[in-house]
C-alpha cells in the first residue's frame, strides 16, 4: 500500500516556489540574452521563394488527404500537375536540390545564428540543472490532487527510489522538468504569443542541425502523392448510410 507523507511547508517555501520562480526568470531571461545575440543582418521578412514552397505543400497535402471526396479524373489531373517530373510543382530537380543545400550550409550567418540558439537553450538549462541537482536532490517537493497510475512514477518521482511512496508525489527534480516543459502558456502571457519560448519544441528543432531544407519537404511530399491509392467514397455513400440505419433501427 502506498504510504501517504506529510509535506512541511518549509519545502513549499524554499524549495517548490524558488524553483518556479527560477525557472520562469530563467525564461524570460534566455529570451532578452537571445534576442541580443540575434543576428541584425537577418532580415525579418520571409524569403517569397520559401513562401510559395510552403504554400505548395500544403495545398498537395489537403489534396492528399482530401482524395477520396473527388472522382478518379479529377485525383489524376491534380496529381500530375503536383508531380509531373518536367514541370511539377513537387519536382525538385537534383542540381537545384544540391545547390540549396550547399548555399545552406556555406551561410556564416545561419551557421552563427543557429550555434547562438543552441548555446542560449544548452547553457541556462545545464546550469540550472545542476543547481537543482544539487541544492534540492531528493526532496518530495509537492503533490498532485488527483490519482494516478504506475506508468506515471518515473516521470513524478525522478531522484526518488521509493516504490512506496503514492504516485502523485512529485519529487523536486520532477518538478523541474515539468516546469521546463510546461510553462509556455505562461510565458505566452508574460512574453506574447509570438515570442513566447519553447523548451520541447526547441529541443526537437536542435536535431536538426541547420534547419529544414524546404527542398527535402516537396520531394517528400512528391513521394507521399505518388503512392497514394485513389478510392472515391461518393459511389458507397448510399451503401454507407443503409448500413448506419439499419444498425440504428435494430437498436
Known amino acids: 500500500m502506498a504510504e501517504e507523507l506529510v509535506l512541511d511547508t518549509a519545502i513549499r517555501d524554499w524549495v517548490l516556489v524558488p524553483l518556479s520562480v527560477v525557472m520562469v526568470l530563467i525564461g524570460v531571461l534566455r529570451y532578452f540574452v537571445a534576442k541580443l545575440m540575434r543576428s541584425p543582418s537577418a532580415s525579418p521578412s520571409p524569403d517569397p521563394k520559401l513562401v510559395k514552397e510552403g504554400q505548395v505543400v500544403i495545398r498537395a497535402r489537403n489534396l492528399r488527404t482530401g482524395a477520396q471526396f473527388i472522382p478518379a479524373k479529377a485525383f489524376k489531373s491534380r496529381k500530375v500537375y503536383y508531380t509531373n517530373e518536367e514541370n511539377g510543382l513537387l519536382h525538385v530537380p ?60 518515473g516521470m513524478l518521482q525522478n531522484g526518488i527510489d521509493l516504490s512506496t511512496v503514492d504516485v502523485s508525489y512529485v519529487s523536486s527534480r520532477s518538478w523541474y522538468f515539468l516546469n521546463l516543459f510546461g510553462l509556455r502558456g505562461l510565458f505566452s502571457l508574460i512574453l506574447g504569443e509570438e515570442n513566447a519560448t519553447d523548451d520541447a519544441q526547441k529541443m526537437m528543432q536542435m536535431g536538426g542541425g541547420f534547419g529544414a531544407n524546404p527542398t527535402m519537404s516537396l520531394s517528400a511530399e512528391k513521394d507521399s502523392l505518388d ?13 454507407h448510410a443503409e448500413e448506419v440505419l439499419r444498425k440504428l433501427l435494430k437498436k
Open 94 to 153: 537534383k542540381e537545384e536540390a544540391q545547390k540549396a543545400q550547399a548555399a545552406m550550409f556555406s551561410d556564416p550567418n545561419m551557421a552563427m545564428d543557429m550555434m547562438k540558439k543552441n548555446l542560449s537553450m544548452i547553457v541556462p538549462q545545464t546550469l540550472t540543472f545542476a543547481w537543482v541537482n544539487f541544492f534540492f536532490s531528493g526532496f518530495v517537493a509537492a503533490k498532485i490532487p488527483f490519482p494516478l497510475t504506475q506508468r506515471f512514477r
Open 227 to 239: 503512392i497514394i491509392q485513389h478510392d472515391w467514397v461518393l459511389p458507397k455513400m448510399e451503401h
